[in-house]
Structures are given as C-alpha cells and as structure tokens.
C-alpha cells in the first residue's frame, strides 16, 4: 500500500496552493492499495469533499479516479500526480491478453457459423455528475448568513459573505416581549453550535443561524406589615407575561384576619385577593391588609369598647325625714 499526504505544507506528497489558509498544512491521506483501490481520509479543519459530498473526518472512505476530490471548496485533487498501482498494470495486461484471445474465438465462430450475427451493441453511460458539481464548486464566491427570529420579531437581512473570507456576524435587533435575546445557535432548539452576538465565523457554505431567547424572571415578596405575625413567606418568581397565581397567604396574627394584599402598607395602592392572578413586567411587593373587631388595621390591636357609666342612685347621700 503507497500513501501520499496531501496539504499546503511544503513537505507534503502533494502540495495544494493556497494563500488563505482555508486548507490545512496537512489536510487528507490518499491511500492506494496494490489491488488499485484507493481510500481518503479527511484530517483538516475545513472539511474534504468528493463529488460535493462532505465526508466524514479521520474516517477512510473509498474513491476512485472518476470521482472529484475537492478540499474546503478552494482546491480540487489533480489525480495525474497520484501515480497508478504496479498490480493495476498487470491488471490490464491481463485483461488484454483476455481480450485478445476472445477476439480470436470469435472471429473463429463467425467462420464457422453461415447464419448472419447481428453485432451486440452497448450503450455508453457517461457520468456527468463530477463534471457538473465542479461546475457548481467555481460558480460558488459567496457563503449566505440567515437569520431566523425564532419567535421573535423584527428585520435582520441576509448576510453575503465572500468565499475565503471571516463572517462578522451582524449585531441582533430581534425582540421578544417577556425575553432577553442570549445569542445564535444553528439549531431552532439550542442544540447545535452556539455563537455569541458579532461573532466572528470561518464559513464553509451556507449556514442558518436561530436566535436564542431567555424568559425573563420577576419576583413576588411578601411583607407580613405587622410586628406579631406568625410564619414566613418566601419570595415567589413569576416569568414575565405569564398569567401566575399568586401563592396563598401564610401569615397569622392573633386577633387579626388576613383580608387581601396591597401594594402599599396602608392599604391605598393596588389590591389583590389571595391566590389572585397576575402577568408581571417587574418584581412586585405585597404587604399583607389584616382586620380586627371589623376594621382594617395594620399590626394595631383593638381598641377597647368603653365601659357603660354606673348608673346613679337618686337617693344616695339623701337622709330620711
């Protein structure tokens, strides 16, 4: 088996030209059998190609000299510098010497046989496949940026960078109400390559990228507005824009009923009933409204009915006739 490196690094067996180091120093290994079967393997940044197919990296895959080998679309295998296997020669020699001697039996037949031979007539297949995907490859001198909103709205333009050269990405104007834009992904679901906002990319074709969005978080605390109450109550977080309930009261004071939230101490802001609905936009403080002897009080206890004056004795201090 002969192996030859291929690559822009000097010391390969085949050195590709290329000054905008798209193609690695060593960038793939042709390996011929002596059988004349040949395999390549992909070892570079930028991706190795055959008839347009990217293939899969450190992993051998068979080719054959019909097919069109070319390297992160900028240069393309010339198989004249790949020389022919010794057993391929012997091969067609062979081959030959076969073909000869059938020729000779044939014409041997025919002699003997006066019946009219009607020649078999083969149809020639010619593929075109490489030829046109080449033909693609040279037509090819810019990569396309999409962006995808991704549930948000507003305009971001296609992006046309040119072949060779870095993409900076574009800053993001995508908004979501209730989200903070986070970045780019290559997937709609944030499982593919992320990429911050202005990335800067080394492009191989074409590539879509998907907005990436985070529910923005707010928080309910709740304030018990009285010196004696009993229980705690954590703060609660609510996304921004979803309709959340909030969470039932768990505040107790002696004396005292718990009557609704407001968010003023005393009373004269807006009110909620426990366990109400609310859609925030912004962390919301409650101070728990309670009430004693049927008044609302904030942590103050009731006062005393006054007592009934003793009713007085007409005849107290009076002396008898």
């Given at each position: ?10 010391a390969?067996?085949?050195?590709l030209?290329?000054?905008?180091d ?12 002596d ?15 055959i008839?347009?197919?990217k ?12 097919d ?10 010339d ?33 003997e ?12 297949v ?18 396309t ?10 305009s ?11 993409a900076?990405?574009?800053e ?14 290559t ?20 590539i879509?990228?998907y907005?990436?969005?985070k ?11 009285a ?11 609510v996304?921004?824009g ?64 006054p ?6 004795n007409p ?7």
């Amino acid at each position: 088996m002969k192996s030859y490196s291929i690559g822009r690094d000097n010391a390969c067996d085949i050195v590709l030209n290329d000054q905008s180091d798209v193609i690695s120093r060593r960038h793939a290994v042709l390996n011929v059998l002596d059988s004349g079967k040949m395999t390549i393997t992909d070892l570079s940044t930028n991706g190795t190609y055959i008839n347009g197919q990217k293939i899969t990296s450190n992993v051998p895959v068979p080719v054959s000299r019909k097919d069109t080998v070319s390297f992160a679309h900028v240069a393309t295998l010339d198989w004249s510098m790949v020389p022919k296997s010794g057993k391929m020669k012997t091969y067609l020699f062979i081959g030959l010497g076969v073909a000869l001697i059938a020729a000779v039996a044939l014409v041997y037949f025919l002699r003997e046989d006066s019946s009219p031979v009607e020649p078999e007539v083969t149809p020639v297949v010619v593929d075109t496949t490489a030829a046109v995907e080449q033909e693609k490859q040279a037509e090819v001198t810019t990569y396309t940026v999409t962006y995808d909103p991704n549930g948000g709205q507003g305009s971001v333009g296609v992006q046309q960078v040119p072949v060779g050269k870095k993409a900076g990405l574009v800053e993001n104007t995508f908004t979501r109400d209730g989200y903070d834009f986070v970045g780019w992904n290559t997937q709609a679901d944030g499982q593919g390559t992320a990429y911050e906002d202005k990335a800067i990319l080394d492009l191989t074709g074409d590539i879509t990228l998907y907005a990436q969005w985070k529910q923005r978080i707010h928080k309910i605390i709740f304030v018990p507005n009285a010196r004696k109450v009993r229980n705690t109550m954590a703060e609660q977080e609510v996304a921004e824009g979803t309709d959340t309930e909030i969470a039932k009261n768990e505040f107790q004071m002696n004396g005292f009923t718990f009557v609704g939230w407001n968010t003023q101490p005393d009373g004269k802001g807006t009110a909620y009933t426990d366990q109400a609905l609310v859609n925030l936009k912004e962390d919301l403080t409650l101070y728990a409204q309670w009430r004693a002897n049927g008044k609302t009080q904030n942590d103050k206890p009731a006062e005393p009915e006054p007592e009934p004056e003793e009713p007085q004795n007409p005849d107290k201090g009076l002396g008898r006739f």
